[in-house]
């Protein structure tokens, strides 16, 4: 994992979607919009149907073979890739670019984790191709340097996942929580803990059926030691 407190460069991170205003508004509040203010990250989206070259901006067409729903062609989405400015030189798996990675998001990729994020930390720039339809051309994944999922199941697009990669990734960088420390101790930190169950106040909280739900003794008693023993043996 990248070393907290030495980065230096700006973390850039490009969204190819054919709906570039559906994330604005997340993108633009709390944590990630405060990063962007603070020239921590930036975080740019792209319209797939600008890089399309008939009047309808089609970016899908029919597979071959037969089968149900469309594709997403691949010409839009290499000629996307080609117009990025990169942080390094070249696009795809075939790049010696160091400094960017390209991801395309899909049911068929690798299961995306936190040691995902913390290794995807050491780039200046990601990519992500947010993939919509029945899918998109099989021969996209020549074009990227990985394919990634974030779950077994299925959603409408790959807009979401693509947030999942932002944020999780975005919340390790130096400076984007406030405090570095807040990222190092939590849940999947080292793919095997959970973060310990917290509390605050009231004490005891009562519902409206009489019942008493209280914070657990060790954490009111001021002992910072047996306070570490029992975080770690309730993660």
């Keep these: 994992m990248l070393s907290y407190g030495f980065r230096i460069a700006l973390m850039k991170f490009d969204i190819i979607t054919i709906f570039p205003n559906i994330l604005d508004s997340y993108i633009n509040e709390s944590i990630l919009g405060r990063a962007q203010k603070n020239g921590l990250i930036e975080i740019k989206l792209h319209d797939l149907r600008d890089y399309t070259n008939d009047k309808h901006r089609s970016v899908d067409d029919t597979p071959y073979g037969g089968g149900v729903g469309m ?18 030189g070249g696009l795809g798996s075939g790049s010696n670019d160091a400094s960017t990675r390209t991801i395309l998001l899909t049911p068929r990729g690798k299961r995306f984790t936190q040691k995902h994020a913390q290794q995807l930390t050491k ?27 974030i779950g077994d199941f299925v959603l409408n697009g790959g807009e979401l996942p693509a947030m999942t990669i932002v944020e999780s990734v975005s919340r390790l960088l130096p400076g ?16 095997k803990s959970l973060e310990y169950p917290q509390y605050t106040r009231p004490e005891i909280f009562k519902t409206d059926d009489g019942k008493e739900l209280k914070v657990p003794e060790i954490l009111l008693s001021g002992n910072h030691a047996e306070i570490e023993k029992w975080r770690n043996k309730n993660r």
Excluded at 72 to 85: D, F, G, H, Q
Excluded at 137 to 149: F, Q, Y
Aim: glycine share 6%.
């Design 123 to 149: 780039y200046n720039q990601i990519i992500l191709i947010a993939g919509r339809y029945e899918g998109v051309d099989n021969r996209v994944a020549e074009l990227v340097d990985e394919e990634i999922s």
């Design 176 to 191: 984007v929580l406030g405090k570095d420390e807040s990222s190092k101790d939590e849940s999947f930190s080292d793919e």
């Design 71 to 88: 594709l997403m062609m691949i010409e839009p989405i290499y000629k996307a890739l080609n117009s990025l400015p990169l942080q390094g």
